[in-house]
């Protein structure tokens, strides 16, 4: 019962690690018996309603967490602003107010709902009419579905956020492939994993592109003159780099105010189209094209017998759809002894499996062996003296 957990974890295990621990060891005894293949690791989050009512909340200001690519990425910035001439991006004092950008490295300050029962979990928007106080928890597992690391985080972060807490568990483990869904599709991480050596598969993610106007695609990048070409043939050049990482290319307004195309295009009053290029943007096309390489995409269609079976099978038959535990430590032990009993279980099923096969086996091969020595004594027609011939 949780309120048995609840009572033990306040007084015996808090702050131990026993629950990581337990799952941990019964991992291992997995890997003993040869039973997990982590060169294919298939990586997503499901969110776990928290016990929070969603009436009791408060509005705070709380500021972002900064990124975990944060200095790498601001000293790629500055190198490629000097590269095109640029000066070096100065710190920034002030507080980001544009949400029509992507989250800035710096971080900035918004206002959150937090909830007043269970504070460290996260407002989490389920569709377009339910939202719920939730606990996000990111899982990993291999293509015969051990559960073979997680994170627990509150539901309002993003899975790109989050994932390189996951990441580090699971890198020494012998990757050669991740597959993950479009959540995870953002150049850091493809150029995390790239640059260790894993191969990184991401569906198809469709252009965000208002109706009507022309696709990013539509517009070719020339790599040698660093440039874009518009549908009309016109150059968008090089104008500078702003501060999430990205080349800003635009095209002259003279030219464009006259373009028959010029209301597919952009709805500026200046009449000049800008197109954005992330730095790191060569290791997308990278992963693009591992898309498109053959067995891929049947690879990536294994989600839904691998990690999303775990998910599955966890909120079925184990009440993973939500917690009675309050705070993100009771979360992480209730995530954990879940995903221990739920390999425990396969664990026990596969060894089951294993010794009623071997038991065949060896009723066969006994089948066998007194076969050859019956067809043996009926050709030597049961007389010592002949069998002892023939010997």
């Not at 900064?66 to 602003?81: G, M, P, S, T, V």
């Not at 206002?111 to 106080?133: A, C």
């Not at 291999?142 to 309002?156: A, E, H, I, Q, S």
Request: proline share 4%.
């Amino acid at each position: 019962h949780f309120t048995t957990f609840s009572k033990n974890y306040t007084r015996r295990f808090k702050d131990t690690g026993l629950f990581e621990q337990i799952f941990s060891h019964i991992l291992e005894q997995c890997y003993k018996f040869g039973l997990i293949d982590p060169s294919e690791i298939f990586v997503d989050s499901t969110h776990v309603k928290a016990r929070a009512n969603s009436k009791k909340a408060r509005k705070r200001i709380a500021k972002e967490e900064a990124l975990f690519y944060e200095d790498l990425l601001l000293k790629e910035i500055n190198e490629d602003r000097e590269a095109h001439g640029k000066k070096p991006l100065k710190e920034k004092k002030q507080k980001d107010d544009d949400d029509n950008q992507p989250p800035s490295v710096s971080g900035k300050e918004k206002e959150v709902k937090t909830s007043t029962t269970d504070p460290e979990s996260g407002w989490f928007h389920k569709g377009e009419h339910k939202s719920v106080f939730a606990y996000g928890v990111q899982t990993a597992c291999d293509k015969n579905g051990w559960v073979l690391g997680f994170t627990v985080n509150p539901g309002n972060l993003h899975d790109s956020r989050t994932f390189k807490g996951l990441y580090d568990r699971l890198k020494d483990m012998g990757i050669e492939t991740m597959i993950m869904d479009s959540g995870y599709k953002t150049p850091a991480i493809a150029k995390m994993l790239l640059d260790d050596g894993i191969t990184p598969l991401f569906p198809y993610k469709r252009p965000m592109t208002k109706d009507g106007f022309f696709k990013k695609n539509e517009y070719v990048y020339d790599e040698y003159y660093d440039c874009y070409i518009c549908p009309n043939d016109q150059l968008l050049t090089y104008r500078t780099t702003n501060r999430d990482g990205y080349r800003e290319y635009k095209s002259c307004g003279q030219f464009c105010c006259k373009c028959p195309y010029l209301s597919q295009c952009t709805h500026s009053k200046d009449h000049v189209k800008t197109v954005t290029r992330h730095i790191w943007e060569p290791y997308m096309e990278t992963c693009e094209d591992i898309r498109h390489t053959l067995g891929m995409n049947e690879l990536y269609k294994q989600r839904k017998e691998t990690i999303e079976r775990v998910f599955g099978t966890a909120k079925e038959n184990h009440s993973f759809r939500y917690t009675q535990m309050i705070g993100q430590a009771r979360m992480e032990m209730k995530t954990a002894l879940t995903f221990a009993c739920m390999n425990l279980k396969k664990l026990a099923k596969t060894l089951q499996k294993r010794e009623e096969k071997q038991r065949l086996v060896g009723s066969y091969f006994n089948r066998i062996l007194y076969f050859i020595k019956a067809q043996r004594k009926t050709a030597l027609g049961y007389h010592p003296s002949a069998a002892l011939s023939t010997v």
